[in-house]
């Protein structure tokens, strides 16, 4: 690490910041305004995770003088039309949304090499995608309303006090939010387009849950006729075969986040509901790694050439 650019944090370490860094060479760095022409003299490639709707502005400058961005913000992730209503800005420089690869590397490996710009999927939707599109591909569901169900903890809304966030609030609850307008449902739709092909409607529900991490996402597609668990499980297993991050279970075994915790793996589950015609299949993320920092690294990987697996775990803190 060259550069680390902060807000709140500047004129302390990173180490200061971040307290389980601080024993590292990268805890010594002194964090510093983020002006994007010191970020591009200093940096080869540069990771943005800023709140959405500044990287947009920031990021060509920092592309004009020949450093990729890896943005983990949703700044680059949908057509310009779409960040009005989704997420309450005009974009400020639509060009770049085309230049833009969609960093979910299982289903668009081969978009990253040499990529100037790279969108890493937003936690919810990686978990998502993953799910639905092998079956969409292989005709085993039908294309149509996606319904997703979310669980996430309280890590994936960052490290602000908010009172909604905070123990009182959160000990013992589930609840629901952001819907019917978070900002991964537009995400998930184009991801699996991009992926299948097919034209879908998500119907998205998150959920905060009381935990510190993970991710959970349910998917509700309406199953081909005839499909069984066994076939739905093979076709996932068929469309990650030899990918280091994707783990699919066998049929009757059930996903669990806690498996990832601290993992840039994702675990995924099928099952085929015959009663209501329902193929139902499960994905559980760590939301800080495969559903940001870990995936944004294995973009990172493969935008350089890199070894795509370098620095990424794939066992988990457990219990």
Same mark, same amino acid.
């Given at each position: 690490?060259?550069?680390?650019?902060?807000?709140?944090?500047?004129?302390?370490?990173?180490?200061?910041?971040?307290?389980?860094?601080?024993?590292?060479?990268?805890?010594?760095?002194?964090?510093?305004?983020?002006?994007?022409?010191?970020?591009?003299?200093?940096?080869?490639?540069?990771?943005?995770?800023?709140?959405?709707?500044?990287?947009?502005?920031?990021?060509?400058?920092?592309?004009?003088?020949?450093?990729?961005?890896?943005?983990?913000?949703?700044?680059?992730?949908?057509?310009?039309?779409?960040?009005?209503?989704?997420?309450?800005?005009?974009?400020?420089?639509?060009?770049?949304?085309?230049?833009? *690869?969609?960093? &979910?590397?299982?289903?668009? !490996?081969?978009?990253?090499?040499?990529?100037? +710009?790279? $969108?890493? @999927? /937003?936690?919810?939707?990686?978990?998502?995608?993953?799910?639905?599109?092998?079956?969409?591909?292989?005709?085993?569901?039908?294309?149509?309303?996606?319904?997703?169900?979310?669980?996430?903890?309280?890590?994936?809304?960052?490290?602000?006090?908010?009172?909604?966030?905070?123990?009182?609030?959160?000990?013992?609850?589930?609840?629901?939010?952001?819907?019917?307008?978070?900002?991964?449902?537009?995400?998930?739709?184009?991801?699996?387009?991009?992926?299948?092909?097919?034209?879908?409607?998500?119907?998205? *529900?998150?959920? &905060?849950?009381?935990?510190? !991490?993970?991710?959970?996402?349910?998917?509700? +597609?309406? $199953?081909? @006729? /005839?499909?069984?668990?066994?076939?739905?499980?093979?076709?996932?297993?068929?469309?990650?075969?030899?990918?280091?991050?994707?783990?699919?279970?066998?049929?009757?075994?059930?996903?669990?986040?806690?498996?990832?915790?601290?993992?840039?793996?994702?675990?995924?589950?099928?099952?085929?509901?015959?009663?209501?015609?329902?193929?139902?299949?499960?994905?559980?993320?760590?939301?800080?790694?495969?559903?940001?920092?870990?995936?944004?690294?294995?973009?990172?990987?493969?935008?350089?050439?890199?070894?795509?697996?370098?620095? &990424?775990?794939?066992?988990?803190?457990?219990?």
């Amino acid at each position: 690490m060259t550069f680390a650019g902060a807000k709140g944090s500047v004129g302390t370490t990173v180490g200061a910041s971040h307290p389980h860094l601080a024993g590292l060479p990268a805890g010594r760095l002194m964090m510093t305004e983020m002006d994007p022409d010191a970020v591009a003299a200093a940096a080869d490639l540069v990771f943005s995770a800023l709140p959405n709707g500044t990287s947009a502005g920031l990021a060509p400058t920092i592309l004009d003088a020949g450093a990729p961005v890896i943005d983990l913000a949703g700044d680059f992730r949908l057509s310009a039309e779409s960040y009005p209503a989704w997420y309450g800005f005009e974009h400020p420089t639509p060009a770049w949304l085309d230049e833009a *690869v969609y960093g &979910l590397p299982e289903l668009f !490996r081969e978009r990253a090499p040499g990529a100037k +710009l790279v $969108a890493n @999927p /937003g936690c919810f939707a990686t978990a998502a995608i993953l799910s639905c599109a092998p079956i969409l591909a292989a005709g085993l569901a039908e294309p149509g309303p996606v319904r997703v169900d979310g669980k996430t903890g309280v890590s994936g809304a960052g490290r602000a006090a908010l009172e909604s966030t905070s123990f009182g609030a959160t000990e013992d609850s589930i609840r629901p939010y952001r819907f019917p307008a978070h900002q991964h449902t537009p995400e998930i739709e184009r991801g699996i387009e991009l992926a299948t092909g097919h034209v879908v409607k998500a119907l998205f *529900v998150p959920h &905060l849950v009381p935990a510190v !991490r993970g991710v959970v996402t349910t998917s509700y +597609l309406a $199953a081909a @006729p /005839g499909v069984s668990t066994e076939r739905l499980t093979d076709c996932l297993a068929a469309a990650y075969e030899g990918e280091p991050f994707v783990r699919v279970l066998a049929p009757g075994a059930m996903v669990d986040a806690k498996r990832a915790r601290g993992t840039n793996v994702i675990e995924l589950q099928a099952v085929a509901d015959g009663r209501t015609g329902t193929a139902v299949v499960v994905g559980a993320l760590d939301n800080l790694v495969k559903g940001a920092a870990g995936q944004a690294i294995q973009n990172a990987n493969l935008v350089l050439g890199i070894a795509e697996a370098t620095a &990424l775990p794939t066992t988990a803190v457990y219990p």
